[in-house]
C-alpha cells in the first residue's frame, strides 16, 4: 500500500517550528550571545532582549571555603578506594586566561550587564573568544564575559606587571555572623577551651582528646617555621569549631555551595576552621586539626591567594607526618597506619597518599608537575582526580624539601621567601629557584615516588 504524500508547506512549517525552538533553547544556553547584545537596542524588541538575557543569566556564588580532604584509607585485596567524586567532563579550550579576585563575569561584554560571577580567587578560566579586552570564557559552565585591561596572552606575566596577590597579611579574626551561624550546629552545647594558641568550641566530652589537640596545636607553628623557613606575622586570631558528630559537621557543609559534596574532613573560611571527630582515631582528628591550622599560618607566612597546590600541599605535607604519642610533630616521617599480610593490606593517612600516588604515576593518571602546579581551586577539587592532586601536590613538596638527599631544600624555601616578597607563584618562579627542566625535574619526582613506595614496603596494585 503506498504512503499518504503531504504537501509541501506541511513540510516547511515543521521545518520552521523546529527552528524557532532549536534557536531559543541554544539562546537560553547562551544568553550572552552577540545577537541579543545587538537586539537590545532595536525598538520594540529591545526591553525583551534585556529580559531575557537578565533572566537566564547564571547567579551570584558566594565567598567560599578551602577544604581539607577526608583521611581516606585504602582497604583491599585490590588496593580500590572510597570517596570519589563524580563529575561531568569538563570541555577543553585551546587557551586558558588568568583573572583576577574581585573581577566580575558579565552576561555580556559591558560593564553595565549583569554580573554572572564574582572571581573570588586567582582563577583560569577557558577562553571562547575576545573583543579588545573583553574576553568571552567559561568558567567551570559559567560562561561570560570578563574585562581583562593590558592582558598580555603570550607574557609570562600577562597583565604586564606582578599583580601582588600574596604578601604575608595579618591573622583574620572570626566574623561574627559566620561564626554564630556555624556555632547553631553544636546546638547549644558547646564549651570552650584553647587549641593551642587558638580558641575552640566543642561539644566534644572527650577531654584526653582534646588535651592531645592542644599539645599538637602548639607545636604546629614552630614546626612549620623550622620545615619552610618562614616566620609567620603577627599573632593567631582565628578559632577553631570542633564537632562531635559528623552529621552536625555534613549540614555545616552542606550550606556552602563551594564545598558541598566534597569528602572533607573540614574546611576553613572567615576566620573559622570547622572539623568533625565522627569515628576516626585521634591522630586522624589531629592530622585534620594541623591541615586547617596550616591554612591559617600561610596566609601569615606566604599570604593569602596562593595556588591550591601550594596551599593545600603544605597544609597536607604537614598534616600526613607523623604525630608521637606526645603530640609532637616529626615531618620527616609519613604518618598513619599500615598493615600489610600476605595479599591483604591497609593503609591511612601518609602511607594512603603514597600508595595512591604511586599507583597513579603507573596507571598514567598523575599529572605532570607542571601541569598540577597550573591548576586552579575548581580544576583541583571538583574532579574525581582530587585525591591524586591532594596527595601529589604534598608529595611535590615532600620531595623538595627531602628527595635526593634535600638538594631542592634551599631551592624551595627561596621560593617561598619570593613569593612572599610579591613573586607570581608560578612554575616560572619556581623553575628559576631550582635551575632544571621541568623534564628533569618531572622524571626525578616519579622515580622519587617508587623509590620512597619500595622503602615504604608499599606491595604494588597489580600483585
Not at 344 to 355: M, V
Amino acid at each position: 500500500m503506498a504512503g499518504m504524500q503531504r504537501p509541501i508547506w506541511a513540510y516547511l512549517l515543521v521545518l520552521i517550528v523546529l527552528t524557532v525552538f532549536g534557536s531559543f533553547t541554544w539562546l537560553t544556553r547562551n544568553p550572552e550571545a552577540e545577537i541579543l547584545d545587538r537586539a537590545r537596542h532595536w525598538p520594540v524588541v529591545g526591553p525583551l532582549a534585556a529580559r531575557f538575557q537578565e533572566a537566564y543569566a547564571m547567579p551570584r556564588v558566594p565567598d567560599g571555603e578551602s577544604p581539607a580532604m577526608a583521611d581516606t584509607s585504602i582497604d583491599a585485596m585490590d588496593g580500590t578506594t572510597a570517596n570519589t567524586l563524580p563529575s561531568p567532563p569538563l570541555p577543553v579550550f585551546a587557551k586558558h586566561v588568568w583573572v583576577l579576585p574581585g573581577m566580575e563575569l558579565k552576561a555580556r561584554s559591558s560593564a553595565d550587564a549583569p554580573t554572572v560571577y564574582v572571581f573570588e580567587n586567582l582563577s583560569r578560566a577557558g577562553k571562547i573568544a575576545n573583543r579588545g579586552e573583553w574576553y568571552h570564557v567559561n568558567y567551570h559552565g559559567r560562561v561570560g564575559w570578563v574585562l581583562l585591561e593590558n592582558y598580555d596572552e603570550d607574557a609570562e606575566v600577562p597583565y604586564g606587571e606582578t599583580p601582588e596577590l600574596v604578601r604575608p597579611v595579618a591573622s583574620r579574626a572570626p566574623e561574627d555572623d559566620w561564626l554564630a551561624d556555624t556555632l547553631k550546629y553544636l546546638r547549644g552545647r558547646e564549651r570552650v577551651a584553647q587549641l593551642g594558641p587558638y580558641t575552640l568550641y566543642t561539644d566534644s566530652s572527650d577531654d584526653a582528646l582534646l588535651s592531645f589537640l592542644d599539645a599538637v596545636a602548639g607545636r604546629i607553628e614552630a614546626a612549620y617555621v623550622e620545615r619552610y623557613g618562614r616566620q609567620p606575622i603577627g599573632e593567631p586570631n582565628e578559632v577553631v569549631v570542633l564537632f562531635q558528630s559528623d552529621i552536625a559537621y555534613r549540614l555545616l557543609q552542606r550550606q556552602s555551595k563551594r564545598i558541598a559534596g566534597l569528602s572533607a574532613a573540614g574546611h576553613n573560611a572567615k576566620g573559622v576552621a570547622a572539623l568533625y571527630i565522627g569515628g576516626r582515631n585521634r591522630t586522624e582528628v589531629a592530622s585534620t586539626v594541623i591541615h586547617e591550622l596550616v591554612h591559617f599560618i600561610n596566609r601569615r607566612a606566604v599570604g593569602p591567594q596562593l595556588p591550591p597546590w601550594l596551599d593545600e600541599g603544605l597544609a597536607d605535607d604537614l598534616a600526613l607526618g607523623k604525630i608521637d604519642d606526645e603530640g609532637r610533630l616529626l615531618p620527616q616521617e609519613l604518618g598513619g597506619e599500615r598493615l600489610v599480610r600476605r595479599n591483604e593490606y591497609r593503609f591511612e593517612g601518609g602511607f594512603a597518599n603514597l600508595w595512591r600516588l604511586r599507583e597513579s604515576m603507573r596507571s598514567g593518571e598523575l599529572p605532570a608537575v607542571p601541569e598540577l602546579m597550573s591548576t586552579d581551586w575548581q580544576d583541583f577539587v571538583r574532579t574525581p582526580k582530587v585525591q591524586i592532586h591532594y596527595a601529589a601536590s604534598s608529595f611535590w613538596i615532600r620531595y623538595l624539601l627531602q628527595g635526593e638527599g634535600g638538594r631542592h631544600a634551599a631551592a624551595f624555601q627561596a621560593f617561598l621567601d619570593a613569593v612572599a616578597d610579591g613573586a607570581p607563584p608560578t612554575t616560572a618562579t619556581l623553575k628559576a629557584k631550582l635551575g632544571e627542566d621541568w623534564s628533569v625535574l618531572n622524571a626525578r619526582f616519579r622515580a622519587w615516588i617508587e623509590h620512597r613506595a619500595v622503602a615504604e614496603k608499599l606491595p604494588s596494585g597489580d600483585g
